[in-house]
């Protein structure tokens, strides 16, 4: 008997959101269907077994009809409330067709609202019921008739089981669509992110690098005419000079390139490994000097993978020109392919090294790196699924940067 009951229950996202309230068009509805079962009793032609309603069966064809204001809130209450009232009114012997409105509109309704388990478990019982009471009154084969003429109520579930599942289907079909409109948002907005975090590591490699080695430079121009101005070596000034104005222009032209990048929302072309000399004559020409004996001569490797190396080793210099605490310091980038994957290791030997730098909660470190350089760096090794280590070195003064990049990566991020 539970288990019966459980079966016959709403389903439970149904429990939870009520119907609608009855409202003045349900019970419009209902008056209406009232008016069909009215001319149907009083124009039908009488039978032996069914004859015109008095008090009581006219009282039982209205709340046949009534309880369909709740065939949409409650439409397993509205069909029981309906055979409570029709059961009856058979057995009077009125006018057996006139109920037959409200019997198919509260069993529409049951089918629509599902689940269909109960719809066919309740259908027979409903069948089985009038059989039994239609054999119950005088005509001897009622009951019978009733079972031959009972195709009507197996339609109407049908009926009502097919509406259902259209109406399932089209609430699946939205429900994706309003799933695939969410996650294209939530797919643009992450593009966005890290297209804004991008084209933030651009700029301050780009710029971070070429205004470091112009304000060294400029730092030598002016130490020049304030230090002895009466033995001015115009040649060392002129040279500083026309080294901020090559800076300047090589910074320009890189600009001018990422920003036709940008504006073409395209692929330009990335820096790869061979660009690292050019960064190390930039270093030199802001006093530094760079030993890049074990960084020439490496074989191609793939252009991701290049072009992040490419951006560690500008960052790594440009740290180091700046916070290396030397006049010349000395900086040794090291580059070595082995079969899985790049190293690169970058070294000075700046009076800035001392103990290990503290983390911060932003994940950059005290020290030498309180911009964003390491970071930046750190997420370039990992566009290419490397990792990267920076701190000072542990067996002399100075400062080391340490990545190891894959040279087979699954997905690659775009590192420029």
């Not at 409330?81 to 067709?97: C, K, S």
């Not at 049951?110 to 109960?118: E, F, M, N, Q, S």
């Not at 072009?307 to 210099?317: C, G, P, T, Y």
Request: charged share 20%; net charge neutral.
């Amino acid at each position: 008997m539970a288990v019966t009951m459980d079966l016959l229950r709403a389903p439970r996202a149904s429990a939870s959101a009520p119907g609608p309230r009855v409202a003045g068009a349900d019970v419009a509805f209902a008056a209406l269907v009232f008016g069909v079962e009215a001319l149907l009793a009083c124009f039908l032609p009488e039978e032996p077994a069914s004859g015109r309603p008095d008090l009581a069966g006219w009282a039982l064809l209205v709340g046949s009809a009534l309880v369909l204001v709740w065939r949409r809130r409650s439409p397993l209450v509205c069909m029981l409330g309906m055979l409570a009232f029709v059961a009856p009114y058979h057995y009077l012997e009125n006018i057996q067709v006139a109920p037959i409105p409200s019997s198919m509109v509260a069993l529409y309704a049951l089918a629509v609202a599902g689940p269909p388990l109960r719809t066919f478990l309740l259908l027979p019982t409903v069948i089985a019921l009038m059989a039994a009471i239609m054999s119950t009154i005088s005509a001897p084969h009622a009951g019978t008739e009733m079972l031959k003429s009972a195709g009507w109520i197996v339609a109407v579930a049908v009926a009502g089981e097919v509406v259902r599942m259209h109406r399932n289907y089209v609430a699946a079909i939205v429900g994706r669509a309003e799933r695939a409109e969410r996650t294209r948002e939530e797919e643009a907005a992450r593009r966005v992110a890290e297209e804004r975090l991008r084209i933030a590591r651009d700029l301050h490699d780009l710029l971070a690098h070429s205004i470091t080695l112009i304000g060294v430079q400029t730092s030598v121009a002016a130490h020049i005419l304030v230090a002895d101005p009466d033995r001015l070596d115009r040649t060392a000034v002129a040279a500083a000079l026309d080294t901020i104005a090559d800076t300047c222009r090589e910074a320009r032209a890189e600009l001018r390139t990422t920003l036709r990048v940008l504006r073409a929302d395209g692929d330009g072309p990335l820096p790869d490994l061979a660009g690292i000399p050019a960064l190390a004559k930039a270093a030199e020409a802001a006093g530094a000097r760079v030993d890049l004996s074990d960084a020439v001569g490496v074989a191609p490797v793939p252009p991701a993978v290049g072009a992040a190396a490419f951006r560690i080793v500008q960052e790594s210099l440009t740290n180091a020109v700046r916070h290396a605490g030397a006049p010349s310091p000395l900086i040794t980038v090291r580059v070595d392919r082995r079969e899985t994957a790049l190293h690169l290791l970058i070294e000075d030997d700046g009076s800035c090294g001392g103990p290990a730098p503290a983390s911060r909660a932003d994940g950059r470190t005290e020290g030498r790196s309180e911009g964003f350089g390491i970071v930046g760096m750190r997420e370039r090794a990992r566009s290419v699924g490397g990792t990267l280590t920076a701190g000072p070195r542990q067996d002399r003064t100075g400062f080391a940067v340490s990545a190891v990049l894959p040279l087979t990566v699954d997905h690659q991020g775009d590192p420029r």
